[in-house]
């Protein structure tokens, strides 16, 4: 082939290659300006930024035409100029509690604007409901309005106060709370990042908030411990947890193994504790935060890691959420890392026997007698009543600090949950002056509590045979919860005591309390802190004015 033939062929061949790479390139062009970004431009998604507002509205008057929140009316002036209250009321009636309304791209600022229901203005303290309404919509109102906003995956959201702070930060911050660690983290929900939405010209109550935000924090801790299945949370894991989860935030912890509860005499937990190859942990909490010479609150919780009744076992259906049974135990720890976190001036020891209540060659035995340390015995009854045993040593161990007062938590008693539902924990207390300070502080946080009684009568029935001081279970029908209470009377060492009975608000269907999801509740933790915080700070908390 001649050299000039050769050389006007491969001149072709290079102009082809060229044309071709300029019509790609153009292709590529075009196809970017008529679908938009492509590579990595398309996953570069703008942060989105939305907002939470509220409205008064009567409920039961459709034409109500709404008044806002003066957060909402002020941004509403001066950032929409009337556009979002034209929008709101063209949307239909004013949102119910509960309800809200969703608007987009009414001004730069914020992508999402959540305009959620409060009820009327002239809520408050119902003497009837034993709550405060006004804070209860505030946290309802805050839960839905954030997830209305989650769905659309918006990064962040600023929430308004609704006029009392720490409500706000309560609902928006359990409302978003949700288990999911155990799940592929491609399939889990998106969780924005929350802050107080304030105008500098209007006042702001941020340490409100943060107090909010502490309790808020404290009951969804509680629930991650509740929500943990059995066999990632025994008492050896939970002990590590619980060091973890406090060993930069003030409060102390000890972890004492079985040699050492077998030196202490603590005969009842330990047979609980038998019929498991998980070995007992017992762990003491201490916090100072006020002078050494003041005598402690001493909190104790109940917890069991897994409870299957023993040799009486439960039946499935009650077996499901029984990794749970440890609620009173979250609940202390939580409430002991929250009264750190609020830096409360109160000294507080916590003590917590840790135990699975197992069916093995070793657990104890229906008719089985156990000799306590005080010199009284107990007969095991029925071993799916293993509750009060797990407490009796913690009650008579506390006798060592000298408290100002005991409270217990536990979840001893199903019964409780057929008298009250999911609506309020049951007290027991020999001291009216704890009953007055628990029912407060059920009131401000919305989780309410119940006074049952710890008549004679009830100790009768427990006590009442004659080759054993106390049965587990006693005599007669119903009362379960009632002599559950009977008995660790029996061995309390001293002074005033409070018991509380979690059992059946343990866990919630997502519909008793709408800021809180599908699962374990957490309860009654931040009724614990505030209720711990009255005593201390009055002038610091706002609590008891209704």
């Known amino acids: 082939m001649p050299v000039h ?31 938009g970004v492509i590579g990595t431009e398309k996953c570069s998604r703008p ?132 288990n999911q660690n155990l799940r592929n983290p491609e399939s889990r929900l998106f969780i924005p990042q929350l802050q107080l939405y304030y105008e500098p010209e209007m006042p702001c109550d941020s340490n409100g908030w943060k107090i909010g935000l502490a309790k808020a924090e404290a009951q969804n801790l509680a629930r991650q411990l509740q929500e943990a299945p059995a066999n990632h949370m025994t008492p050896t894991t939970f002990a590590q947890n619980v060091v973890q989860i406090l060993c930069n935030s003030g409060v102390n912890v000890e972890v004492k193994v079985r040699s050492w509860a077998e030196s202490q005499g603590m005969t ?19 916090y100072y935060g006020t002078k050494l010479s003041e005598r402690p609150i001493v909190l104790i919780g109940q917890g069991n890691t897994y409870d299957s009744g023993g040799i009486c ?29 609020l830096k409360l001036p109160v000294n507080i020891r916590a003590l917590i026997p840790l135990c699975e209540h197992m069916i093995g060659c070793n657990a104890m035995k229906a008719g089985d007698v156990i000799p306590v340390k005080n010199g009284k015995s107990i007969e095991v009854v029925d071993t799916d009543h293993e509750g009060p045993l797990v407490l009796v040593d913690a009650l008579l161990y506390a006798a060592s600090f000298g408290p100002k007062y005991i409270v217990d938590v536990s979840t001893i008693s199903d019964h409780v949950l057929n008298s009250f539902g999911k609506v309020c924990s049951a007290v027991f207390t020999n001291s009216e002056d704890l009953w007055q300070r628990i029912k407060n502080a059920g009131i401000h946080t919305g989780d309410r509590v119940w006074r049952l009684p710890l008549w004679e009568y009830f100790t009768q029935q427990m006590c009442s045979v004659q080759h054993v001081d106390v049965q587990n279970y006693g005599k007669g029908t119903g009362g379960e919860s009632c002599k559950a209470a009977a008995l660790l009377k029996e061995f309390l060492p001293c002074g005033q005591w409070m018991h509380i009975d979690a059992y059946n608000v343990m866990t919630t269907k997502g519909e008793d309390y709408p800021y809180l999801r599908r699962g374990m509740a ?25």
């Open 522 to 546: 957490g309860r009654p933790t931040r009724t614990l802190i505030e209720f711990i915080a009255q005593a201390c700070c009055k002038n610091k908390f706002s609590t008891t004015q209704h």
């Open 47 to 178: 942060p989105s930024r939305g907002l939470v507002l509220g409205v008064y509205a009567d409920e039961h008057d459709r034409d109500d035409n709404g008044l806002l929140t003066p957060a909402a009316a002020k941004y509403n002036e001066s950032y929409t100029n009337g556009v979002l209250m034209d929008m709101l009321r063209i949307a239909g009636p004013m949102p119910k509690r509960g309800e809200t309304r969703i608007f987009f791209n009414l001004e730069p600022t914020y992508s999402a604007v959540a305009v959620c229901g409060l009820g009327s203005t002239c809520l408050g303290y119902d003497p009837m409901e034993k709550l405060d309404l006004s804070k209860e919509a505030i946290r309802v109102a805050s839960a839905s309005g954030c997830r209305e906003l989650q769905k659309l995956e918006t990064n962040r959201i600023y929430v308004e106060d609704f006029g009392h702070a720490e409500s706000a930060a309560e609902g928006a911050h359990m409302g978003m709370w949700i």
């Open 5 to 35: 033939t050769w050389l006007r062929m491969q001149t072709f061949q290079r102009s082809k290659v060229q044309w071709l790479a300029q019509l790609f390139a153009t292709v590529s062009r075009r196809s970017s300006h008529s679908h």
């Open 313 to 341: 076992a439960k039946k499935l259906h009650a077996l499901r959420d029984m990794r749970g049974d440890m609620a009173g135990a979250a609940c202390v720890v939580a409430t002991c890392r929250a009264i750190a976190a």
């Open 268 to 286: 009842s937990f330990l047979t609980v504790a038998k019929g498991s190859c998980e070995p007992p942990i017992f762990l003491e909490l201490s």
